[in-house]
């Protein structure tokens, strides 16, 4: 919206020819996402906080946590609201990839606010049906899928690449990169939600792996840059450059009142959108596999659920005292602060790792 403006008052005064450049539209479009998490956070609180429901608490859960029933959650939703504020003021809205990552952000906010709604407003703990969550994921995750088969522009858009290997590319037909799309979008939507259980736990993760994919981003959408480090080009990848980077400011935002002691959760309607938008955001830069690295916490709790419901079920007994994996560590003792910032320490090594990849071939 406001690149349009400048690229008509461009006409009258060069100055304006500064919003072109993509690494300015970022900074903006960060500090604009975390202007307006800092100025309308107080407000949804409050608001929330009106449809006196918090978020249901594990009664098999670490007894820290009983004190934090009845703190407001669904504060995803002030973190999609800045981040579509920023992207439609910053973005350039002719951009394909722009509305495809924005459109699969709405749809799978739109699935967790209705879970969300079920179980606080509602009353009804269970929330939505899983068989009905997981259909919708699957529709909207194929769909995106599907789409960005379609309409990729470059072979390089829809061939699988092994991170360290220059050589080692994949072409994928519509089969095998739809199911890898839809894999990546679904997985780490459920990915970031099981590991939203402590305060700022996913959110400080979910930042630093939006900023790095925004590197990614950027160097893939650059000709000459995506040459030099042997990376897939893809035309037009660059924009999301912009969406990474209001992620990253609405997440900073949304950290300074879900901070322990979170004065609010982030519920479904964030956590399924976020982990959606990065794993579409992954596919498009053709950095899937990178994404698994950096997003390893993610996938550590993820893949901690999986195994405790394989033990449990073919063994009967339990591998981790509970799961995800970050309540083993509570109930082993750590204080939840304590549990918080070495997860986040563990994410600054995985994302840097990750990062890393550009210059290794």
């Not at 529709?139 to 690449?161: H, K, R, S």
């Not at 997003?295 to 709790?301: A, L, M, Q, S, T």
């Amino acid at each position: 919206m406001l690149l349009e403006l400048a690229r008509w008052l461009e006409q009258l005064q060069s100055l304006f020819g500064l919003f072109n450049y993509l690494t300015i539209r970022g900074i903006l479009s960060a500090l604009t996402a975390l202007a307006l998490s800092l100025w309308w956070g107080p407000a949804v609180i409050r608001r929330l906080g009106q449809l006196k429901g918090g978020q249901p608490i594990r009664k098999d859960g670490p007894q820290s946590h009983f004190s934090k029933a009845g703190t407001p959650t669904m504060g995803g939703a002030l973190i999609l609201l800045t981040v579509l504020a920023s992207v439609l003021l910053w973005g350039d809205l002719r951009n394909k990839y722009v509305w495809v990552v924005l459109a699969v952000m709405v749809a799978f906010g739109w699935i967790g606010w209705w879970d969300d709604w079920i179980k606080i407003v509602k009353r009804d703990p269970n929330g939505m049906k899983s068989r009905t969550k997981y259909a919708l994921q699957s529709l909207f995750g194929l769909a995106a899928g599907l789409y960005l088969y379609l309409y990729a522009d470059v072979p390089a858009a829809t061939t699988f690449y092994v991170p360290l290997f220059k050589s080692v590319a994949l072409p994928l037909g519509g089969v095998g990169f739809v199911a890898i799309a839809y894999l990546w979008i679904v997985g780490f939507s459920n990915a970031v939600n099981l590991t939203d259980g402590l305060d700022g736990l996913a959110i400080m993760p979910t930042v630093l792996v939006a900023t790095a994919l925004g590197v990614f981003a950027y160097a893939a959408g650059h000709a000459e840059f995506a040459r030099y480090l042997q990376i897939p080009a893809v035309p037009g990848a660059g924009e999301l450059v912009v969406i990474c980077a209001a992620i990253a400011g609405a997440g900073l935002g949304f950290l300074w009142f879900n901070t322990y002691p979170a004065m609010v959760f982030m519920g479904d309607i964030g956590a399924l959108a976020l982990g959606a938008v990065l794993g579409t955001i992954a596919v498009i830069v053709r950095q899937e596999l990178v994404l698994v690295i950096m997003g390893g916490i993610f996938v550590i709790e993820t893949l901690s659920v999986m195994i405790q419901v394989a033990s449990f079920k073919l063994t009967g007994k339990r591998v981790f005292r509970m799961a995800p994996i970050h309540h083993h560590f509570e109930l082993k003792g750590w204080p939840e602060p304590r549990v918080i910032v070495r997860f986040w320490i563990i994410s600054v090594v995985l994302v840097l790792v990750g990062l890393a990849t550009l210059k290794v071939r």
